[in-house]
Nanobody, 127 residues
């Protein structure tokens, strides 16, 4: 089965940037829609962005539109989340997961079930 491992988190000042990676193993990533999620302290899990298997379709939550960019490199079995203009409220554990099949090849959704969650990577935005 698919195993996902997040990396790239850390401590960053407000206004700074981080690039998160979601590396896949066990199965090729090319046929799977992938989503990024986060959960801050005392908060519910929030869907941030997803990308279709081909990379041709993306969705962003209003809270990160214009600041975060999702992309994928299927040849490297990796999905990325480029985060810019970070705010203290972005502090959370960030997770990636795959959309549970069946999923249309050209689509993704943040309102459908996800599986094969990674362990997460901590992002802390603070002065």
């Amino acid at each position: 089965q698919l195993r996902l491992v997040e990396s790239g988190g850390g401590l960053v000042q407000p206004g700074g940037s981080l690039r998160l990676s979601c590396a896949a193993s066990g199965l090729p990533l090319e046929n799977h829609a992938i989503g990024w999620f986060r959960q801050g302290p005392g908060k519910e899990r929030e869907g941030l962005s997803c990308i279709s298997s081909s990379g041709g379709s993306t969705i962003y939550a209003d809270s990160v539109k214009g600041r975060f960019t999702i992309s994928r490199d299927n040849a490297k079995n990796t999905v990325f989340l480029q985060m810019t203009s970070l705010k203290p409220e972005d502090t959370a554990v960030y997770y990636c997961a795959r959309s549970r099949p069946p999923v249309a090849l050209s689509a993704c959704s943040l309102t459908t079930p996800y599986i094969d969650w990674g362990q997460g990577t901590q992002v802390t935005v603070s002065s």
